[in-house]
């Protein structure tokens, strides 16, 4: 799998698990203290995420990092 499909998945996989909670982009950036426009990039896999990044996004959804990755 190439780096650009990875991010892609992963900004997909967030999409999907923020929109099962009812939340907007603003809604998740607001939770795990990231700006609307950041959230925006991760989603359409435009920047590499780090590990704590992910880390903070899964805590903000209540979710494990493990099943915010398992795609």
């Known amino acids: 799998m190439t780096k650009d499909k990875l991010k892609?998945?992963?900004?997909?996989?967030?999409?999907?698990?923020?929109?099962?909670k009812g939340w907007n982009q603003s809604d998740l950036?607001?939770?795990?203290?990231?700006?609307?426009?950041?959230?925006?990039?991760?989603e359409n896999g435009k920047v590499n995420p780090t590990l704590y990044s992910l880390y903070e996004i899964a805590l903000a959804l209540e979710i494990s990092l493990n099943k915010l990755i398992s795609f």
Do not use: F, S, W, Y
Not at 8 to 20: D, N, P, S, T
Not at 29 to 42: H, P, V, Y
């Open 8 to 20: 892609k998945l992963i900004g997909k996989r967030i999409v999907e698990l923020r929109e099962q």
């Open 29 to 42: 950036a607001r939770a795990c203290g990231k700006d609307r426009q950041a959230i925006e990039k991760l």
